[in-house]
């Protein structure tokens, strides 16, 4: 087989492997809105159940002990490493707060995990725990990231996929940093929409 006919069947078998990949959106919203819904009703049910006046009273509590640097600490590690955590558990503390500093501060923590993890998964991919980290998620999301490059961060980024493990993925794939990073801060709009939400939840309350 020459070298020009090698590259033509490999343009083909990508050529497939796109037409064949497509984002399962009942799956998406399995994973991720019906977590967030339950985020949010529990969230409901809790300051329901307490009352307007202790539910402040502990914000206070938070925001005079932890602060913002707590919501900051909380979310960064969240978006960076692979826990069974979910940043969305700070709305409930954060929907009464100044939305004008809470938001840039949830909004830069998360933006900064991704580009943590897209360093991880670039820089540190052939250590064995990240590597087999790693080989896992291109099994699981690989396809996505040859289909779609950037606009699957971009993706990740504001629906309810596992952000951190796909910037990790595209650190290890080696995709552009020029494109990755700025991909990234798509994570301000989604805290200003979740915010927007609990708000709204809390208003209603």
Known sequence: MTDNTA????????KQEHKDVHLNWKKIALVGFIPLLLIFLGFF?????IGGDN?????DWFDENLGMWGIFFYVYVVDTLI???SPDFVFPIAASMNPFIVVPV????????GV???????????IPLIKKYTEKAEAKWGAYIRKYGTAFVILAGILPLPFSTICVL???????????IPATCIRYIRAALYFA???AGLLII
Do not use: C, N, Q, W
């Open 170 to 180: 595209a650190g290890a794939l080696k995709m552009d940093a020029r494109k990755v």
């Open 45 to 49: 049910a809790v300051v329901k159940y």
């Open 106 to 113: 949830i909004g830069t923590a998360s933006a900064l995990g």
């Open 197 to 199: 939400l609990f708000r």
């Open 7 to 14: 590259h033509k069947f490999d343009d083909e078998e990508t």
């Open 116 to 126: 943590t993890s897209y360093a991880i998964g670039l820089l540190l991919h052939k």
């Open 55 to 59: 539910y402040t009273a502990a914000i």
């Open 83 to 85: 826990l069974p955590l």
